[in-house]
């Protein structure tokens, strides 16, 4: 089933960070099958050959120069920017159990990626967004990133950058609000979806909440379809809800 788009009308222009991954790549194949929808500017480490509406360009989001030049290469305004890049485990991350496993190498590393680039790519893309009608940026945000939620703790490092993400958000808001009233700058909680990312934390995961990429992404497409520029600065989960600071 095509998600609905219409609140952004016709002839939309995206741009999808992080478009070689499991939610980045259901990103790009959701838009580029909506009829409403002209151009994705797919943007990835390894980006695969162009094709149809799709444009790949090669682009590191934690390299901000790469970021810039992506940006530069973009003509015309934006209608939806969806940033869907992040880290919570790899060959030397994991998430911390306690304090006793905090490493500060790995913290920066997981704040450079969850925190720092989605703001640094806001900083290049937030410009580009059509200042004629709605336009939004996304990022992926995540519940645990909720302060008022945390209630078992671990994971320090994962939910400190979420939540640095959540607050640069609000902080973008404030800002973009004055200077392009129709467009929105918001989170969003993708649930558990069946990527390399939750893989290793999927055994307690209810089967009904355990999604599939195209499930989350159309979800979180519909969700931002429904939202207006009251909504901007804030976090939204798939089906909707806004998450507690």
């Known amino acids: 089933m095509t998600v609905d788009l219409s609140s952004f009308g016709k002839d939309i222009t995206a741009v999808v960070f992080g478009a070689g991954g499991g939610i980045g790549s259901a990103f790009v194949n959701q838009l580029a099958a909506h009829d409403a929808v002209v151009r994705v500017h797919a943007l990835s480490r390894k980006p695969a050959a162009s094709s149809g509406k799709v444009r790949f360009t090669g682009c590191d989001i934690t390299d901000e120069e790469q970021v810039r030049a992506a940006a530069q290469a973009i003509d015309g305004p934006i209608q939806l920017c969806l940033i869907a890049t992040g880290i919570l485990h790899g060959d030397d991350i994991a998430p911390e159990k306690s304090t006793s496993a905090l490493e500060a190498e790995m913290m920066a590393r997981v704040l450079r990626i969850n925190t720092i680039a989605p703001a640094l790519a806001a900083k290049h893309f937030l410009p580009l967004l059509d200042r ?114």
């Open 132 to 245: 004629d009608r709605k336009s939004t940026l996304a990022a992926l945000s995540a519940r645990v990133g909720s302060i008022g939620d945390n209630r078992i703790g671990g994971w320090h490092s994962y939910r400190a950058s979420k939540a640095a993400l959540n607050q640069i958000i609000r902080t973008m808001s404030i800002e973009l609000a004055r200077k392009n009233r129709q467009a929105l700058i918001v989170g969003l909680h993708p649930g558990t979806v069946d990527t390399g990312l939750s893989e290793p934390f999927q055994k307690n995961v209810p089967d009904n909440k355990l999604f599939s990429p195209d499930y989350s992404t159309g979800e979180m497409l519909s969700v931002i379809n429904r939202l207006t520029a009251d909504d901007s600065g804030w976090c939204f989960d798939y089906a909707g809800k806004r998450i507690e600071p």
